[in-house]
């Protein structure tokens, strides 16, 4: 048997919550498919999200699921793991369930850099994101992990947080550090550029407390800043066959204003729309599609009215 909904949410996290949340409140049958694997686990707060700075990720979301029950919003633990052009999605389960409108809300996964110690210590003091996390580590001694040349904008960046910035080029080969512009941006920030491979970090008393370099070399460092290499979750948004565009941190659907991919009914937000949707705009990301959806399913049903 296959139960039929107006609209299938994929994703529990702040763009799907949301997006479920305006539906439930506009009387749309809706089933939220919820994994359970938030991008924000490994982080024992959120910030910048008004009214609710500081407040820990799951919280938030054991929150927003309450809220979304109260209008008779579904929720399943579970995983899709296909989809037809019919909008039928097959759950891990091996339940289908069918909709009207679709909203992705799948996410993207954080590939950290290959150190011994960077995952372990990911969300703590080892970090990716100054708006993050930037406050609560201001005037520390910072380390950033170079792992493509972009990561110079990354140790600028942090400098507006600390002025004890030390740049660890790891992999990055210095002559690929030829930009001009990069070198005075440095110089001006006070940044430290330290050549040589990082071969781990120093820990004692379960902080960071410096990092080491191959060559036996430790530098004393209270917060690692790290770029992960960006994942999407993007392989239904592929199964449907959307457009995708090509972005130095992966491949992202190509949308209009509200969210709608070139997929008729299809819609995206949060992380699976792109890489730097911070939790309050994934949030705003999944108000705006789940209230343009249910202004396109109000007018497809008056205009099929006789």
């Not at 792992?147 to 004890?164: E, F, I, Y």
């Not at 930009?179 to 491979?197: N, T, Y």
């Not at 994934?282 to 343009?292: Q, S």
Request: charged share 25%; glycine share 10%; with cysteine.
């Amino acid at each position: 048997m296959t139960d039929t909904y107006e609209v299938i949410v994929i994703g529990g996290g702040a763009a799907g919550l949301s997006a479920a949340l305006v539906l439930g409140r506009s009387r749309r049958r809706t089933l939220v498919v919820d994994a359970g694997e938030p991008r924000n686990a490994p982080a024992a707060h959120m910030q910048g999200y008004l009214t609710r700075d500081g407040m820990p990720p799951a919280e938030f979301l054991a929150l927003g699921r309450e809220e979304i029950a109260r209008y008779g919003v579904e929720l399943v633990r579970d995983r899709a793991v296909d989809v037809t052009g019919d909008l039928t999605v097959t759950l891990a389960s091996g339940r289908t369930v069918r909709a009207r409108r679709l909203v992705i809300a799948t996410g993207l996964k954080d590939e950290l850099p290959t150190v011994p110690g960077v995952a372990e210590r990911f969300g703590r003091d080892v970090l990716h994101c100054p708006y993050c996390h930037g406050w609560e580590v201001r005037d520390q001694a910072f380390g950033v992990l170079a792992t493509t040349p972009l990561s110079v904008h990354q140790a600028l960046m942090v400098s507006q947080w600390s002025k004890d910035v030390t740049l660890f080029l790891h992999t990055v080969d210095e002559t690929e550090l030829s930009d001009d512009d990069d070198r005075r941006g440095l110089a001006a920030a006070g940044v430290r550029v330290v050549q040589g491979e990082v071969e781990g970090l120093r820990i004692e008393d379960d902080r960071l407390t410096g990092v080491r370099l191959a060559d036996g070399t430790s530098y004393d460092r209270e917060v690692l800043f790290v770029a992960p290499r960006a994942v999407p979750q993007n392989g239904l948004l592929q199964q449907l066959g959307a457009e995708m565009r090509e972005t130095p941190f992966g491949a992202y659907p190509v949308l209009d204003e509200t969210g709608r991919t070139t997929v008729p009914g299809v819609w995206a937000a949060g992380n699976a729309a792109g890489f730097a949707e911070q939790v309050i705009n994934a949030a705003a990301a999944g108000y705006r599609a789940g209230a343009t959806i249910n202004g396109d399913l109000l007018m497809t049903d008056l205009a099929a009215t006789p």
